[in-house]
């Protein structure tokens, strides 16, 4: 608050914050009070809003990309991964490519990470029975040999069997870009690492005979898989087509599995 005189004399003048003369120096400080109380209460509405409005914009940015991860799956199951354009996937979420690179640097990142998110799906699902036996092993006087290992490939065959699109397509069609990413690496054969570590306790507790214990791990997977395959796409007799069937077969499997490792130790 200002105040002012008018030349020639009479009446003092303040001027105000708003920039308008008033005679009563009380009026002119209410008025400054009350324009710094309401610029005041302004600011505090604007940096309200805009918080919560950055928290509700925060949330479909998370729904967003859970988004994209469901409908690139769901498009992967429909089409070859070649197939599959970045515009593709970013027409069936509802947003533009651009939106798409901001969480994937291009398709094959993208592609990678549904590819892992399938992997941990299925390794949850594999832990959670070979807990079961390892918890049944505990109770009995004498622990079967191969047991943890036998429900962990069983695991694996009823994981393909119960998603039997998804296994085809994480196994085969689906060349996840790991190679250079040790810890996406590590992820993505979790499975095989825990094989490699059952076979382990095996050769030290004298059950089995293993000179790698990882080549016999990977082996048994790439073994189980192959008849679980020739199950899904109806590449053996018919009789085995059947869920039954397909049971029967791939245990057939993991018993010719199993003993070939325990034949080892009875041979030398």
């Given amino acids: 608050m200002k105040r002012l005189e008018r030349k020639g004399g009479g ?19 209410y008025k ?15 940096l309200t809003m805009l918080s919560k409005m950055e928290k509700f914009m925060g ?19 429909e089409k070859e991964p070649e197939e599959i354009s970045v515009r593709d996937i970013a027409k069936a979420c509802g947003v ?13 990142a993208l592609f990678t990470e549904v590819k892992l998110r399938c992997v941990r799906e299925m390794d949850k699902y594999i832990a959670e029975r070979v807990d079961d036996e390892a918890a049944r092993q505990r109770r009995l006087s004498k622990p079967e040999p191969f047991a943890e290992m036998k429900a962990a ?24 870009d790991i190679q250079n990413d040790p810890e996406k690496m590590e992820k993505y054969y979790r499975s095989t690492m825990w094989g490699k570590n059952m076979l382990d306790k095996a050769v030290a507790a004298g059950l089995i005979e293993s000179a790698d214990t990882l080549l016999d791990a ?20 018919p009789q085995y087509w059947t869920q039954q069937g397909g049971i029967d077969f ?18 030398k």
């Fill in 153 to 176: 490939l069983a695991a694996f065959r009823d994981w393909a069997f119960d998603n039997p699109r998804i296994a085809l397509l994480v196994m085969g069609r689906l060349k996840a």
């Fill in 218 to 237: 990977s082996l048994c997977v790439a073994a189980l898989w192959g008849a679980i395959e020739s199950v899904l796409l109806n590449r053996t007799v």
């Fill in 250 to 267: 791939t245990n057939k499997m993991i018993d010719f599995l199993a003993k070939s490792l325990t034949l080892k130790k009875r041979q």
């Fill in 96 to 108: 533009t490519a651009t939106s798409l690179y901001y969480y994937y640097k291009d398709k094959d």
């Fill in 11 to 29: 009446r003092k003048m303040f001027l105000c914050a708003d920039g308008r003369m008033e005679t009563a120096p009380l009026l002119c400080f």
């Fill in 59 to 77: 949330k479909p940015e998370t729904d967003l990309a859970e988004r994209i991860m469901n409908k690139t799956l769901e498009l992967l199951l």
């Fill in 32 to 46: 400054n009070l009350l324009r710094m109380n309401l610029t005041y209460l302004f600011n505090t509405v604007i």
